[in-house]
């Protein structure tokens, strides 16, 4: 029969005996810190994508009518857009 499971275990065990007293609160509070990181670095990362979508849009609006040769939408969009441009 394979005891390698309870051989992994006997191992964390002996990990764990060896932690200094304190350490693993120090550890968990660093990667309560890290997780807080990360999730704003995805907050902004998802603001940007965002963004990048929008300007997407705008750009597709402006173009598809400009490949079309269709001078009145692309006057009536740029009329329309001027302030926010």
Aim: overall charge negative; charged content about 35%.
């Amino acid at each position: 029969m394979n005891d390698r499971p309870a051989a992994a275990g006997r191992d964390a065990l002996r990990k764990v005996a060896k932690v200094a007293p304190g350490s693993t609160r120090r550890e968990l509070t660093a990667l309560r810190e890290r997780v807080a990181e990360l999730e704003e670095d995805l907050q902004e990362a998802r603001r940007l994508n965002v963004r990048v979508a929008e300007l997407l849009d705008l750009v597709e609006e402006l173009l598809v009518p400009m490949a079309q040769q269709d001078e009145e939408r692309v006057q009536r969009y740029l009329d329309a857009h001027t302030a926010v441009l």
